[in-house]
């Protein structure tokens, strides 16, 4: 039989209640060949039964009377496939190949999922919120394949991150995980770092050099801030990516590449392709699966595992045995967090060097959590004067505030200045990624090379 020879234990029942006893008994089921007329029943009453009580058994529907509505119908009510009767053995073996290996998918993907769940820390990830569940369910699935996965979140949510993890569990995690900064990269030579060039390609290349795309060989390059690659240089991304080739700078001919693509921004992606700032067919091809990883404010019972998480890498590296006040775990879960994990790190990191003793109390913490304090307790005040209620913590509770957005812009200036250009430190004392920094003083037209 075809199913003993693919590895299959063939099991039978000619009617539905022999069906579902069979079911009862033998669990688990992997796959049932199911059909539509069945004696003593409906075969597709029986489908929705089946997967409302074994949803990771697979169904393959068998009918003479295949439509396409009917084919709708039957892959609507969970059917995996279905065979048309009479069918040859080769459709059959097609089939049960076809549902063997989805099964076997599922599983390792479903093994993934409980992983990441479950053991604290997998791949740095951490949290148990919904928004994490949902991540995680996407995470499990996308790891195992190899397709290109789209990455949103804004600043400091752990888009690298999660892109290391799709690596490391996917099926090439033994091979490079290259990081490409493009917002951090000079235009100029973004194109000589992505494809290569040749020796003499241009002023100062002296040596030819290899492209990080064809450097990853069969592993995984991850594009952060794909949002801020020049136009020109999307059109000949969007070749390599469709030709799986690269052609050098000053090169003749083609370098076949097989690297895994895995894309990031904390950009509106849609608005820009509208604004004629992005290339729609590039924007799909990165798209075919996207990852959105929620802002710390919409996970507020997660921020005390990373804290907790932080601290104790803390403990390692400095052998001290710090830990939290409970006025200093309030003010944490209080604060809205604007950037992110990326903020909540470098807080865990400047209470840890302010502490004089073990205990971390709220005054050890950065200023920017007790400002936000005060502003929250004085909105509050002024709202119950007003007999308004107590306003949302995120919200602009004051008229007549200097706008976040204008301190941003002059506390980064203002830190720029004091350390002489230094970007790498800036962003460090100011709790973002150096990609934001460069984003930012792109947008004040500041110079981003010094």
Not at 133 to 150: C, D, G, I, N
Request: net charge neutral; charged share 20%; proline share 5%.
């Amino acid at each position: 039989m075809a199913a003993s020879r693919m590895g299959f234990v063939p099991l039978s029942a000619g009617t539905v209640p022999e069906a579902l006893a069979v079911l009862r008994e033998q669990q688990p089921v992997d796959l049932i060949l199911l059909a539509l007329r069945l004696p003593g029943g409906d075969g597709l009453k029986l489908l929705g039964e089946i997967k409302a009580l074994y949803p990771h058994t697979g169904v393959v529907i068998m009918t003479a009377f295949a439509t396409v509505p009917s084919a709708v119908e039957v892959m609507r009510a969970g059917a995996d496939d279905y065979l048309t009767k009479p069918f040859g053995l080769e459709q059959l073996t097609t089939v049960l190949h076809q549902s063997s290996r989805r099964l076997h998918f599922d599983l390792q993907s479903r093994r993934l999922h409980e992983r990441l769940r479950t053991e604290r820390g997998m791949g740095n990830l951490i949290g148990t919120s919904p928004g994490m569940e949902k991540v995680y369910r996407l995470l499990s699935k996308v790891a195992l394949s190899t397709h290109p996965v789209l990455i949103l979140g804004e600043s400091g949510t752990g888009k690298e991150v999660v892109a290391q993890a799709i690596h490391a569990y996917g099926p090439h995690a033994s091979r490079p995980f290259v990081p490409v900064d493009c917002c951090a990269l000079v235009p100029t030579l973004i194109e000589s770092e992505l494809f290569g060039h040749v020796k003499g390609a241009f002023t100062g290349a002296n040596l030819a050099k290899q492209g990080l795309l064809a450097a990853a060989g069969g592993g995984t390059v991850f594009l952060d801030e794909i949002g801020e690659l020049p136009l020109d240089l999307q059109a000949k991304l969007l070749r390599a990516l469709q030709e799986k080739e690269v052609r050098p700078v000053g090169a003749t001919h083609a370098v076949p590449i097989s690297a895994r693509v895995l894309a990031a921004t904390n950009r509106d992606l849609n608005a820009m392709v509208a604004q004629g700032l992005f290339r729609k067919d590039l924007y799909y091809r990165l798209n075919v699966v996207n990852l959105e990883i929620p802002p710390l404010r919409d996970r507020r019972e997660d921020i005390a595992l990373l804290a907790e998480y932080f601290l104790e890498r803390e403990r390692r590296e400095s052998g001290a045995l710090h830990s939290f006040s409970e006025d200093a775990l309030r003010l944490m879960m209080e604060y809205d967090w604007p950037g992110n994990v990326r903020e909540l790190q470098h807080a865990i990191e400047h209470a840890c060097a302010m502490s004089s003793g073990g205990g971390l109390h709220a005054a050890d913490l950065p200023t920017q959590l007790h400002e936000f304090r005060t502003s929250y307790q004085e909105a509050a005040v002024s709202a119950n004067q007003a007999g308004e209620g107590v306003p949302n913590a995120a919200s602009n509770h004051c008229n007549g505030i200097v706008p976040i957005s204008e301190i941003e812009k002059q506390a980064i200036i203002g830190t720029m200045r004091q350390l002489g250009g230094d970007k790498l430190m800036a962003a460090r004392l100011l709790g973002i990624g150096k990609t934001t920094l460069y984003r930012k003083l792109k947008e004040y037209g500041l110079p981003l090379r010094t």
